[in-house]
């Protein structure tokens, strides 16, 4: 629901190129209050589902700290949301004061620095809840779920490491949307999983 709507969302905005600006840059600016609602609808979703882990819990033998994590996506995303990022890479233009907006030298905002402040849950967090289950599925001889879990743990992690290298160049940002939206991707399509997952096991275990 997140990729579906942000995909849709970039496809609209002029001026606007996935594979070099962030996702974050789409909830900035006049048209920026779809991806904005993007964020917060999602992130409420997540919270609901980390209730939802935490009721499963025993039955399913998550790790303890999972349920905390993916609220803390969620909170992240909702946080996201509310604090709208600062344009990054020439997006979204200032229609006064492009030149400034758009310079690297351009000073952080508030608003911008709390944005980032709330990615630390989503892009740290969910490699380390994926990581505890590999960890748990292979104590339990459940090694295709060991394995995907590390998979996507790194896979997310190698690709956080590889935007971020991109924006964090002034002046250049490459292709860190691209990688950034393989990370988003791979770790949300894990969070999907392990939702389903947990699911399943309550609905059998009733």
Known sequence: ???????????????????????SS????????????????VGALYCIAADGLART???????RVVPAVVFGVGAGLI???VFVTDPVAGFPPDEHHADEACSPRAEPTLHGKLHNLCAIP?????????MSCAVVGAHKADYRWALYSAGSAVAMS????????????AGHAGMGGFWQRVSIATGFGWLSALSLRALISSRAAS
């Open 57 to 63: 819990m025993i039955r399913t033998g998550l790790p």
């Open 158 to 169: 190698g690709a956080f490491v590889l935007f971020a290298r991109a924006f964090g160049t």
């Open 122 to 130: 989503i892009f740290v967090g969910t490699p380390v809840a994926a």
């Open 1 to 23: 629901m997140f990729v579906g709507g942000f995909a849709v969302i970039g496809a609209g905005r002029t001026g606007y190129d996935w594979r070099r600006h962030a996702v």
């Open 79 to 81: 946080g996201s949301g």
């Open 26 to 41: 789409l909830a900035a600016g006049r048209g920026g209050w779809p991806q904005r609602g993007n964020f917060v609808l």
